[in-house]
């Protein structure tokens, strides 16, 4: 069991990474995206996407989120 940092703003989960082929700490993040394929609707389409970030190797992923 580890302790979580408390001091750091963000989340950080261990995750795996296809590039350093183990699982490490990744820097999780929420962000907005806003998708238009049309100007007229696109305030509709503003999309939550997770971003990842390995901290090993540094790569930054990201996801979307509401493909359930
Ligand atoms: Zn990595």
Not at 38 to 43: I, V
Not at 51 to 60: A, F, S, V, W, Y
Request: aromatic share 4%.
């Amino acid at each position: 069991m580890s302790a979580m940092a408390a001091t750091s703003p963000r989340q950080t989960m261990a995750e795996w990474c296809p590039t350093c082929e183990a699982e490490t700490d990744h820097e999780v993040s929420i962000e907005l995206r806003t998708e238009s394929t049309k100007a007229e609707n696109a305030r509709y389409s503003r999309e939550p996407y997770r971003i990842t970030r390995c901290l090993r190797c540094d790569e930054r992923r990201s996801q979307r989120m509401n493909n359930a």
